[in-house]
Structure formats: C-alpha cells, structure tokens
C-alpha cells in the first residue's frame, strides 16, 4: 500500500517562495502519475500541478510560471517548488497519485501567504 507524507508548508510573504516535499512509501511509487493538489477554506480541493509518463509536467493556469513540480523515483519522492506566492495560493497542500485516489489522501502540509 503507498502512503504519503507531506511537509514543507509554513507561513510566507507575498512573492516569497516554499519547497514542498511529499515522502511516498510503498514498492509501486515509480509507475504512477502524480499530482499536487490543494485545498483552500470553503472550496474544493484542485490539482495544481501534475508529472506524468516521462516527466511531462502540466499546470494549472493559476500556478503556470511560478510553480514547479519533479520527481524522484529513487526516493521516492515528488516536490513542488513555489515562487512568487501570492496571497490566494493559501491553502492546504496534498499530493496523491495522478488521477487522484481517496485512499492516499494524506494530511496535507498548510501553506499561508500573507503580510
């Protein structure tokens, strides 16, 4: 069974930047897709950036340019590296495999920008 684990999330400033990191147990990781989505208060969750096949990458518009997601299959881990934060990316971050399946929601890690 995969699990995985986020961390990374803090409080920042506007244009400020974060890494975000997502430890993935399990022997199955490298065949997945995977994605990050978020969460923010009173809306629903969304996938933000996802890697798939060979390393293709895809955004979403809101993120496209500031945002970046790899991989590394040998540890078993995905990051997301945010830059130029802004204040509507508040939310509550989460990566699962892409498509997105319910069990492998883990806690998420809380990104905050403001001043």
């Known amino acids: 069974q995969v699990q995985f684990v986020e961390a990374g999330g803090g409080l920042v400033q506007p244009g400020g930047s974060l890494r975000l990191s997502c430890a993935a147990s399990?022997?199955?990781?490298?065949?997945?897709?995977m994605g990050w989505y978020r969460q923010a208060p009173g809306k629903q969750r969304e996938l933000v950036a996802r890697i798939i096949g060979s390393g293709r990458t895809n955004y979403a518009d809101s993120v496209k340019g500031r945002f970046t997601i790899s991989r590394d299959n040998a540890q078993k881990a995905v990051y997301l590296q945010m830059n130029n934060l802004k204040p509507e990316d508040t939310a509550v971050y989460y990566c699962n495999v892409y498509p997105s399946l319910s069990i492998y929601w883990g806690q998420g890690t809380q990104v905050t920008v403001s001043s």
């Open positions: 399990g022997s199955i990781f490298s065949i997945y897709g």
